[in-house]
């Protein structure tokens, strides 16, 4: 196992360098940048030159390449441009909000979708099944700010029960447990948005393995025996179809950090997508480059984690 992960984590070196080349040439030739954008129209055309000097922006491709990947090898992804602050800086100030975010609509989800999968597979083309299928592909298709808006509307101008945006009441100086309640009201919105497609994606996950695994033959000889369909369902099916959902949670490592761009944007929530969505009207272009990086190492350490996942799982599979 450990010369697997240093082998996949050697591997990892190229492909974050390629990933770095793409990155920074889509930004870098993207037209215009933070001082057109934001700064042009005020300043004369000298002082918009002497900006672009100051920031290497008149310096060609390869050298602004070259010393944004050596900076980035020491932990410096920049500096944002809309907050005057270094990337990293503003990358951990806002990223942990959008992790506690993920991290209950992602719980919110398996506690829903497994159970209703489960009994979806074992009561196939039952009134429950069609009912869960509909549900499921309705929070699969149905897009995130419409249903934003529309809890908005229901819970929060209609109903007066939930706070409609933000993570903290303003001007509330709550301490202790009072402060805790408050970000606790204002997530649930956000994370009900976020669970509702999730629920239906991995429902459909949890569903189609089970269905796999109860027509396998070791499943009809434990009925043959005379155990009790609660027995060959939770203690014999489950743990194998859970294996390909157990991969699948390694591949959220991404989403847990990445944020949520529409709905952070919907619900005006202070985490990294919405930020990252924020940088990329403003053309802040260092903050994305530097979002886009650290997202990249996210989505390859969630692809290693799931394969060392499944192998702990599944006995059959060997890591070479």
Do not use: C
Request: proline content about 4%; charged content about 15%.
């Amino acid at each position: 196992m450990r010369q697997y992960i240093t082998r996949r984590v050697l591997q990892m070196i190229p492909i974050l360098l390629g990933l770095s080349i793409i990155i920074f040439g889509l930004f870098a030739l993207a037209p215009g940048d933070f001082i057109d954008a934001n700064l042009s129209k005020n300043l004369s055309a000298e002082k918009v030159a002497e900006l672009k000097a100051l920031y290497g922006f008149d310096q060609p491709l390869h050298i602004r390449y070259f010393r944004w990947a050596g900076d980035a090898l020491r932990g410096n992804l920049g500096d944002s441009l809309q907050f005057s602050k270094p990337v990293t800086s503003v990358i951990n100030d806002y990223v942990w909000n959008s992790f506690i975010l993920s991290a209950f609509s992602y719980l919110l989800s398996i506690i829903l979708a497994v159970p209703i999968g489960i009994i979806s597979a074992t009561k196939q083309y039952s009134k429950f099944d069609m009912g869960a299928t509909v549900v499921a592909l309705i929070g699969i298709s149905m897009p995130a700010f419409f249903l934003g808006l529309l809890m908005i509307k229901i819970f929060a101008i209609d109903l007066h029960i939930l706070p409609v945006s933000g993570m903290r009441t303003a001007g509330l100086n709550a301490t202790g447990f009072a402060a805790m309640a408050d970000v606790g009201k204002h997530l649930i919105l956000p994370t009900l948005v976020l669970a509702f497609s999730g629920v239906g994606s991995l429902m459909r996950y949890t569903r189609t393995s089970m269905l796999e695994v109860i027509k396998q033959d070791y499943i009809r000889t434990a009925r043959a025996k005379g155990l009790s369909e609660k027995t060959v369902i939770y203690r014999h099916a489950l743990r194998n179809a859970l294996i390909p959902i157990v991969t699948i949670l390694g591949l959220m490592l991404p989403g847990l950090f990445g944020g949520a761009m529409i709905t952070e944007q919907i619900f005006a929530f202070p985490g990294i997508g919405k930020i990252a969505l924020g940088a990329l009207s403003k053309r802040d272009y260092p903050l994305m480059m530097g979002f886009n990086m650290f997202m990249a190492v996210l989505v390859l350490l969630g692809n290693l984690l799931s394969d060392i996942l499944y192998a702990a799982v599944d006995p059959r599979v060997r890591l070479k």
